[in-house]
C-alpha cells in the first residue's frame, strides 16, 4: 500500500514536470512564432503590399497600380488590373496571403522552428496529462487543472492535426501558443490541484464520454474564435482598401499576410458547424449521467444552464450564418458571444458560482 502511494506521488511529481518542460518548450516556439512574423513583415511581399496600398488617394486608385517599364525611348507607364473587386453580391474577390514568413526564407525557418517547437511541446504535456492519469488511476480531468492541461493539449491536436491535412490554419500558430502558455501558466499557478480521487458521483464511465467531448468541442470552438476574431480584423482591413482609405504600415504587413477575410469566415463557419453535433451530445451525455448520479436528468444546475445557453448561442449563430441577411460581420459577432458563453460556463459557473459541478474544485 505505502509502495503503492509513494509511486503515485512520484507520477504525479513527473507530471508537474513534464507540463513545467512543456511550458519551456511552448516559449521557444512563442519566440520562433514572432520572429517568423517578424522577418516576414520585412519581406519582399510584405513591402509590395505597403507599396500596394500606398499612394491611394480614392477608391478608383485602389485596384490600380502604375508600373514603369524600361523602354528605348524612355518609360512607359503600364496599368496592372484590379487587385481588388467586389461581386455583386457584395463580396470580395481578395486572394489569401502568403502566410506569416511573406515568403521570406529566415522567417519560412523561423515558422517552421516554430511548428516543430510545438510538436514537441505538445508530446511533453501529452506525457505529463497521461502521467497524471497513471497518478490518480482515472480520467485526468476531475478538476479543473486537469481540464485546463488536457484542455490546451487537445486545442494543440487540433492545430496539428490540421496542419497535418494541409490545411492553411499557419496563422494561428501564433495565438495558440500564446493562448496555451497563458492557460498553462494559470493552471499551475491559481487553478493547481494536488492528485486525489473523486467524490462517489463521478465514478463512471460517463466520466470518460461526456467530459472528453466537452473538452474536445472546446477546444474546436477555440479554433473557431480565433478564426473569427481575425476575420473581423481582416474584413475590415479590406472594406477601408475598398472606400479608398490609407491603413498603417503594421495593418498592412500583418494583414496582407492573413487569409482573405472571406477564407477565414468560412472556416470558423465550417469548424463550428462540423463540432456543433458533438456539443449536442455532450449535453444529452451529462443529462443522462446526472440521471445515474443524482436520480433526475435536468436540475437548473448552473453547470447545466449554462451548457444549454451555449448551445442556444451557436444554433443562434449557425442559423444566422445560414440567412442571407446575417452573413459577415454581424454573424461572426454571435460566434464571438457563443463562445463567451463558452468561456463563462467554465471559468465562471466553476469559480463564482456554486452548485453540484463544484465538487470538483479549482
Given at each position: 500500500m505505502n509502495l503503492a502511494a509513494t509511486t503515485n506521488e512520484s507520477l504525479a511529481h513527473t507530471s508537474n514536470y513534464l507540463i513545467y518542460s512543456s511550458m519551456a518548450v511552448y516559449m521557444l516556439a512563442f519566440f520562433?512564432?514572432?520572429?517568423?512574423?517578424?522577418?516576414?513583415?520585412?519581406?519582399?511581399?510584405?513591402?509590395?503590399?505597403?507599396?500596394?496600398t500606398g499612394g491611394a488617394q480614392d477608391a478608383k486608385d485602389v485596384g490600380t497600380v502604375k508600373v514603369e517599364v524600361a523602354t528605348k525611348g524612355g518609360t512607359a507607364v503600364l496599368e496592372r488590373p484590379k487587385i481588388i473587386t467586389r461581386s455583386t453580391s457584395g463580396t470580395r474577390d481578395v486572394p489569401d496571403g502568403p502566410g506569416a514568413s511573406g515568403g521570406d526564407e529566415k522567417g519560412?525557418?523561423?515558422?517552421?522552428?516554430?511548428?516543430?517547437?510545438?510538436?514537441?511541446?505538445?508530446?511533453?504535456?501529452?506525457?505529463?496529462?497521461?502521467?497524471?492519469?497513471?497518478?490518480?488511476?482515472?480520467?485526468?480531468?476531475?478538476?479543473?487543472?486537469?481540464?485546463?492541461?488536457?484542455?490546451?493539449?487537445?486545442?494543440?491536436?487540433?492545430?496539428?492535426?490540421?496542419?497535418?491535412?494541409?490545411?492553411?490554419?499557419?496563422?494561428?500558430?501564433?495565438?495558440?501558443?500564446?493562448?496555451?502558455?497563458?492557460?498553462?501558466?494559470?493552471?499551475?499557478?491559481?487553478?493547481?490541484?494536488?492528485?486525489?480521487?473523486?467524490?462517489?458521483?463521478?465514478?463512471?464511465?460517463?466520466?470518460?464520454?461526456?467530459?472528453?467531448?466537452?473538452?474536445?468541442?472546446?477546444?474546436?470552438?477555440?479554433?473557431?474564435?480565433?478564426?473569427?476574431?481575425?476575420?473581423?480584423?481582416?474584413?475590415?482591413?479590406?472594406a477601408k482598401l475598398a472606400e479608398g482609405g490609407k491603413p498603417g504600415n503594421f495593418a498592412t504587413s500583418v494583414m496582407e499576410r492573413l487569409p482573405a477575410a472571406s477564407s477565414l469566415d468560412k472556416f470558423a463557419y465550417r469548424v463550428n458547424a462540423a463540432v456543433f453535433p458533438l456539443w449536442t451530445f455532450t449535453i444529452i451525455a451529462g443529462a443522462i449521467w446526472a440521471g445515474d448520479a443524482w436520480g433526475r436528468y435536468w436540475g437548473w444546475d448552473p453547470k447545466e444552464v449554462w451548457s444549454f445557453i451555449t448551445w442556444v448561442a451557436y444554433a443562434c449563430y449557425?442559423?444566422?450564418?445560414?440567412?442571407?441577411?446575417?452573413?459577415?460581420?454581424?454573424?461572426?459577432?454571435?460566434?464571438?458571444?457563443?463562445?463567451?458563453?463558452?468561456?463563462?460556463?467554465?471559468?465562471?459557473?466553476?469559480?463564482?458560482?456554486?452548485g453540484k459541478h463544484s465538487y470538483a474544485g479549482v
Amino acid at each position: 500500500m505505502n509502495l503503492a502511494a509513494t509511486t503515485n506521488e512520484s507520477l504525479a511529481h513527473t507530471s508537474n514536470y513534464l507540463i513545467y518542460s512543456s511550458m519551456a518548450v511552448y516559449m521557444l516556439a512563442f519566440f520562433a512564432s514572432m520572429a517568423e512574423w517578424l522577418f516576414g513583415s520585412r519581406s519582399k511581399v510584405a513591402r509590395t503590399a505597403a507599396a500596394l496600398t500606398g499612394g491611394a488617394q480614392d477608391a478608383k486608385d485602389v485596384g490600380t497600380v502604375k508600373v514603369e517599364v524600361a523602354t528605348k525611348g524612355g518609360t512607359a507607364v503600364l496599368e496592372r488590373p484590379k487587385i481588388i473587386t467586389r461581386s455583386t453580391s457584395g463580396t470580395r474577390d481578395v486572394p489569401d496571403g502568403p502566410g506569416a514568413s511573406g515568403g521570406d526564407e529566415k522567417g519560412d525557418l523561423y515558422g517552421r522552428i516554430a511548428v516543430s517547437l510545438t510538436v514537441l511541446a505538445f508530446l511533453i504535456e501529452f506525457s505529463g496529462v497521461l502521467t497524471r492519469a497513471l497518478s490518480v488511476q482515472r480520467a485526468p480531468w476531475g478538476n479543473m487543472y486537469e481540464f485546463n492541461l488536457t484542455f490546451s493539449t487537445v486545442a494543440v491536436g487540433v492545430y496539428l492535426t490540421l496542419l497535418a491535412l494541409k490545411k492553411n490554419v499557419g496563422w494561428l500558430g501564433l495565438p495558440l501558443v500564446t493562448t496555451v502558455l497563458l492557460d498553462l501558466g494559470l493552471a499551475v499557478t491559481v487553478l493547481y490541484t494536488a492528485s486525489d480521487q473523486l467524490v462517489p458521483a463521478l465514478h463512471s464511465y460517463w466520466l470518460w464520454i461526456h467530459v472528453s467531448t466537452a473538452i474536445f468541442c472546446g477546444a474546436v470552438f477555440y479554433v473557431g474564435a480565433v478564426a473569427t476574431i481575425l476575420y473581423l480584423f481582416r474584413d475590415r482591413y479590406e472594406a477601408k482598401l475598398a472606400e479608398g482609405g490609407k491603413p498603417g504600415n503594421f495593418a498592412t504587413s500583418v494583414m496582407e499576410r492573413l487569409p482573405a477575410a472571406s477564407s477565414l469566415d468560412k472556416f470558423a463557419y465550417r469548424v463550428n458547424a462540423a463540432v456543433f453535433p458533438l456539443w449536442t451530445f455532450t449535453i444529452i451525455a451529462g443529462a443522462i449521467w446526472a440521471g445515474d448520479a443524482w436520480g433526475r436528468y435536468w436540475g437548473w444546475d448552473p453547470k447545466e444552464v449554462w451548457s444549454f445557453i451555449t448551445w442556444v448561442a451557436y444554433a443562434c449563430y449557425l442559423h444566422a450564418r445560414a440567412t442571407a441577411g446575417w452573413k459577415g460581420r454581424k454573424a461572426a459577432t454571435l460566434a464571438l458571444i457563443a463562445f463567451g458563453c463558452w468561456l463563462f460556463n467554465y471559468y465562471g459557473v466553476n469559480i463564482f458560482v456554486n452548485g453540484k459541478h463544484s465538487y470538483a474544485g479549482v
